[in-house]
């Protein structure tokens, strides 16, 4: 069983092969980090497992489901995705921007307030934080408010891409130790893409190396060096 594959997976652009015959898999429970140069193709293979771009050649797997048109919706609740610059609709609350998902799937409102509350705590977000708007939050807290939003449906896979590179070096480092405590404790399998090879070495001893669309290294912080 794994909880994201991809097998031998294409995805072109008009001008751009992003993703170039990839082989991968995150196991359950395992921090994989993604690390490679700008424009390797990084982002493109995030978004091909989230079902936001299809690939040409090749499957992608998550939690053991081939992705497909008819159970994208489906499978997409169990994916939480977060980018680099948090992603949030600037036009909500950052409690709004949380519940969203919750709410237009009609869960209870007694649940959703609890699931706010604890996911507040779990990410450490200070509680009269919920209430602003995106463009009030400090970069750490957005990115706070990002995760809590992407962890809401309790989804088993997590995509991040560079969920921390738009922080200054302070934030980015109280963030990552947060960010490694939480992934330790909820035991989520995780795909995390990073172009600092320290920061991969931190999070995972599964480091992927790309190179123009292409795996070309994988192994350990010590393997790769
Ligand atoms: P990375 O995340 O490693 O920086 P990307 O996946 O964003 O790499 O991009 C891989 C390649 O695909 C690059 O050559 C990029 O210019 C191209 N690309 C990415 N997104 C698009 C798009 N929406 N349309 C056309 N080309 C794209
Ligand atoms: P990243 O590499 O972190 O994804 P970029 O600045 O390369 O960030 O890309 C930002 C957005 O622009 C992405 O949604 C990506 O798909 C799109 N993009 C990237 N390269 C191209 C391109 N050559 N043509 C069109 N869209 C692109």
Redesign the pocket.
């Known amino acids: 069983s794994c909880a994201i594959a991809f097998e031998h997976v294409t995805h072109r652009?008009p001008?751009?092969v992003a993703v170039d015959d990839v082989s991968l898999r995150v196991e359950p429970g395992e921090t994989v980090a993604l690390i490679g140069p700008?424009?390797c193709g990084?982002?493109?293979l995030l978004?091909l497992a989230a079902g936001l771009v299809w690939p040409q050649q090749g499957t992608v797997f998550v939690t053991d489901r081939a992705l497909a048109p008819d159970n994208l919706l489906e499978i997409r609740h169990r994916i939480g995705y977060v980018i680099?610059s948090g992603g949030l609709f600037p036009h909500m609350s950052a409690v709004d921007n949380v519940t969203l998902a919750a709410r237009f799937l009609k869960r209870d409102r007694q649940w959703i307030a609890d699931r706010v509350a604890e996911l507040a705590e779990l990410v450490q977000l200070p509680r009269d934080a919920l209430e602003r708007f995106p463009n009030n939050l400090s970069g750490g807290q957005r990115q706070r408010v990002s995760l809590m939003r992407a962890l809401m449906l309790d989804p088993a896979v997590l995509l991040l891409?560079?969920p921390l590179g738009a922080l200054d070096p302070m934030v980015r480092h109280g963030l990552q130790e947060d960010l490694r405590r939480l992934f330790q404790r909820l035991r989520k399998s995780v795909l995390l893409v990073t172009h600092d090879m320290a920061e991969a070495a931190f999070f995972s001893q599964h480091i992927v190396l790309m190179r123009e669309g292409q795996v070309v290294q994988r192994g350990s912080y010590r393997d790769l060096i």
């Open positions: 652009y001008h751009a700008s424009g990084k982002s493109t978004k680099q891409d560079e």
